[in-house]
């Protein structure tokens, strides 16, 4: 019963009817409340109706919250792919064509430091992104800092060290998240809290304003 109060309209608006009746008979019927006190339950509906907003507000900013996450894991995945499948080709070590211009001390230079971007990334960067993958996506961990000098401003360091920076930054906000959403230990019971407080708001004003019609 309780959740087709929640999703609909007609049984909510029953279920103000019928505490409504039921209040009708306690406060009116059967009580002998000072007018006091009558004051007094204006108060309380006006509390019991701002617990109950609040209660929804606090449940949507967690759901707002819970898409928020899946949109973050999702970039996360996809970003994580990209740089992966970039890596794997970066593996294939290539050979530099000697030109005639070029110095053979320099030719060779070029050529060890594009077999070393090719190591690292085999031998550093690959291991760390599957362990990262297989744990769920987990923080990359550290590597070493790749150091060049023929090759300076090489694009594959530089566009590993870019993702995987930007990839922990939003790991970091997905785990931050998580953390948010798994210590609301209400477990979403707020919008239905709220939503039964301000049906017995409605129905305690109902009652009240019952009460001011039938003494006149």
């Known amino acids: 019963m309780l959740k087709e ?41 006006i509390i019991i109706g701002f617990m109950g907003v609040i209660s929804i507000i606090i449940e949507n900013n967690r ?17 994580f792919e990209s740089l992966m499948s970039f890596a794997e080709r970066e ?5 530099f064509n000697k030109s005639d211009w ?23 960067i690959l291991p760390i992104l599957e362990k990262s993958k297989d744990n769920g996506f987990e923080k990359i961990g550290e590597y070493k800092k790749l150091e060049l000098e023929e090759l300076k401003g090489n694009y594959t360091p530089d566009r590993i060290t870019r993702d995987i920076k930007e990839i922990n930054e939003d790991i970091l906000v997905r785990d931050n998240l998580r953390n948010e ?8 019971f707020q919008y ?15 009652t009240l304003v019952t009460k001011k019609v039938k003494q006149r």
Do not use: H
């Open 63 to 79: 759901n707002y919250k819970k898409g928020d996450l899946t949109f973050t894991e999702n970039w996360i995945e996809n970003q």
């Open 192 to 206: 239905s809290i709220g939503v039964v407080m301000l049906i017995f708001a409605f129905a305690l004003r109902l």
């Open 91 to 95: 593996t294939v070590c290539f050979k």
């Open 102 to 124: 070029m110095p053979e001390e320099e030719f060779n230079k070029r050529q060890a430091e594009s077999d070393r971007i090719c190591n690292w990334v085999k031998e550093e």
């Open 5 to 45: 109060i929640l999703t609909n309209p007609f049984y909510a608006i029953i279920g103000v009817l019928a505490i409504w009746q039921i209040l009708n008979l306690i406060l009116i019927g059967n009580s002998k409340l000072t007018e006091k006190t009558w004051a007094r339950l204006e108060y309380i509906w």
């Open 181 to 188: 959403i798994r210590s609301n230990y209400w477990l979403g």
